[in-house]
Structures are given as C-alpha cells and as structure tokens.
C-alpha cells in the first residue's frame, strides 16, 4: 500500500515523564490514500519501514518534528530524510513562527480537531477506539494540510525556503548527546564565574551520564538550581562531600551512584572545560556593536513586517549578534536569508561600526 509513494505524513507518540529517553509508543503514517496506526511496542521490529523512512526519493512530512526525529534516530539510529515540516512551512505564510497542530489545521483546512486526547496515556494497553481514531487524524490531515500548503508556498515563491529550514533538522548534531554539553541547558548559568562554570560543566554532565544510564529523568536526580547552587560551593569545600549531602543516601544507593569522580574530572578537565566555556560564552560586544544590533533588529521586524512573517522566523538575536561578532556563521547570510536580508543588514552594520568609532 506505501510502494510507489512520493510523500509520506508521519507522527509519533511517546511518553517521557519518567524515563531520561522517550518510550515509543505509536508511530502514525499516511501516503494521502493509505493511512495506519503501527503499534511498536507490540511490533518490536519495525524495520520493514526502513526502505521508505530513508528513501531518498520519498519526502517525510511532519509537523513540529523535532522530537519525532529524535524518537527515529534512537530508535533506528539513522534520522530519516529528506523532510518537511509543516510548522516551518506554515512560518512563512504568516502563521507565526511556532504554530501547534490543531490551530494549523483549523487555519488551512478549516477543520476543528478533537483534543481530547492531548495528554493520553499512549504507553497504556489497550488503546482505546477514541485514542486511535485521534492518532490517525493526525497524519490523515496532515497530509491534506500538506498539499494545500506546498501550494500557496509555490504562489508566493518560497516553497523552496520550507524545504531548505525542514532540512537543516536532519542534521544529527541536534540529537547526538554529548555530556559535556549538558550545561548549556541549565538556566541560570550566565552568572558564574570561570571557576564555578568549569564546576557546572562537571556536575552537569556527570548528571547527564547518570541519568542516562538509570534512564531516569534529569530532575529527579537533581534540579537545575542545586546544579548552580553546587557550581558555587566555596573553593575550600569538597564538592563530592556538598554533592552528597544534596542528593541523600537513599537516592544515591537506589541510583547506584558513584560520587568520588567529581572532584577528579574537575581537576582532570579544568583546562578543558574552561577552554570550551570561553569558547560558548557570548562576546561582550561594546556600545557601538550593541547600538548596531538594536538597528541591526529594528531593520529585520521591518522586512519581515513586510513579508507578513514572524521577525525571528527571518533572523533572531543571535543570528543577528553573530552577524558582527562572525559574520560568516549567523544565520542571517546562510541560504535564502542572504538575498533576503543578510546582505542587507551586513551593509547596515559596516556602515554603523565603520562611521561610530567607539568612544
């Protein structure tokens, strides 16, 4: 029933609360003419769909598919490709830059879905009629969305930006883990000093490994304010002794962790750590650069005001700070943004800092 398809609508459900790694509970398929609900958790093999998920002449269509990309590369350890998501799509015909499903199907098809199992149980057995029914309805109109938005791109020629922001999703780097990198998801980070960030970076991705390992959640091992609040004990105290007072004897045997490397991968990764902090730490841009950023943004909410797009769906801050600071890797001057703005705002800049001498 799928030979022969250009196009396939795919979804995914999962469950995550309580595992570090999602659990995969159903994946939803949909060619347009043949649609179906494939339970892998019944199904422990599922690799009968392989030769259409990597395909390369068969378009995978999804929306918002980040996390369901990262389901299939876990599952299948490649990332299906090529792709198009649809919430990408729908950014540049003025739907806002993070639009959910039901609200994008109400915009482009005037249909009104049910969400009344928003917040199912998918891992429970077994599913019920409604649950099902539910789940099919995602990739059937989505399939439908599909062909109405590929269209009105293509009337306003910027099909072609869809596919090109769809792709950079398969880029692997986003879903590979790398412990060392657990910091930069803890908030609050951008306050500490070198010392206490090279700290954060060892607690961090000591965290991440341990929780890995019991596939549990990060929170429950420990949040992210008693990761800061460890990052700044005091350089005489014993990080290893702080860190098990924080955690309690029972959660540390019932996890079976292992305390006493802490202290060692500091001393271990000092240089190293404080290399790549440095590294990802945003520059301190001076008061020319920072009033030639505010221009630099004030510019971009005007183009995309009068493209009838989210401003950051054409450049956020960051792509606009890297911009003067590198000017070869910001977003802005990669792809269709170049014509559209980047150049733009490339001579913008030149002229600011160029005829505003710092003072």
């Known amino acids: 029933m799928l030979q022969g398809s250009e196009w396939l609508a795919v979804d995914t459900e999962f469950m995550r609360e309580s595992t570090y790694y999602p659990r995969f509970c159903l994946l939803q398929i ?10 892998p958790i019944a199904l422990t093999n599922l690799d009968a769909l392989k030769p259409f998920f990597y395909n390369p002449l068969v378009l995978k269509i999804f929306h ?30 003025g739907m ?22 928003t917040r199912t149980d998918w891992y429970r ?51 590979d883990i790398d412990p060392l990198n657990a910091w930069k998801r803890v908030s609050s980070s951008y306050h500490l000093d070198q010392r206490q960030l090279t700290n954060l970076i060892c607690i961090a991705a000591w965290r991440e490994l341990n929780c890995m390992s019991n596939n549990i959640p990060r929170n429950w091992l420990l949040r992210d304010d008693q990761l800061i609040k460890l990052a700044m004990t005091d350089k005489g105290t014993r990080l290893d002794d702080e860190l098990h007072r924080t955690l309690g004897t029972d959660k540390t045997k019932r996890y079976k962790l292992d305390l006493k490397p802490i202290q060692q991968s500091i001393i271990d990764n000092h240089s190293i750590t404080q290399m790549a902090a440095l590294a990802d730490r945003p520059q301190e841009l001076s008061p020319t650069a920072k009033a030639t950023v505010s ?40 792809g269709w943004r170049k014509d559209v703005i980047g150049d733009e705002l490339i001579a913008l800049a030149r002229k600011e800092l160029t005829l505003v001498p710092d003072q």
């Open 30 to 39: 949909s060619n347009g003419a043949f649609s179906a609900c494939i339970d």
């Open 64 to 93: 918002s598919g980040r996390q369901d990309l990262e389901l299939l590369y876990q599952y299948w350890g490649r990332i299906p490709s090529p792709i198009f998501d649809t919430q990408i799509a729908a950014s540049f015909l």
């Open 96 to 117: 806002g830059d993070q639009i959910g499903y039901a609200a994008f199907v109400s915009n482009v098809l005037d249909v009104q879905l049910d969400k009344l199992q």
């Open 125 to 175: 057995r077994p599913l019920s009629d409604e649950q099902l029914h539910y789940a099919i309805d995602d990739v059937h109109f989505l399939s439908l969305a599909y062909s109405e938005t590929t269209e009105r791109l293509r009337e306003i020629s910027r099909l072609s930006w869809a596919h090109e922001d769809s792709s950079a999703l398969t880029n692997k780097t986003l879903y």
């Open 295 to 334: 221009k630099l943004m004030q510019r971009t909410q005007d183009i995309a005001k009068k493209l009838n797009i989210s401003p950051s769906t054409l450049a956020n801050k960051k792509d606009v700070t890297q911009l003067i600071v590198e000017p070869n890797k910001s977003r802005a001057v990669i």
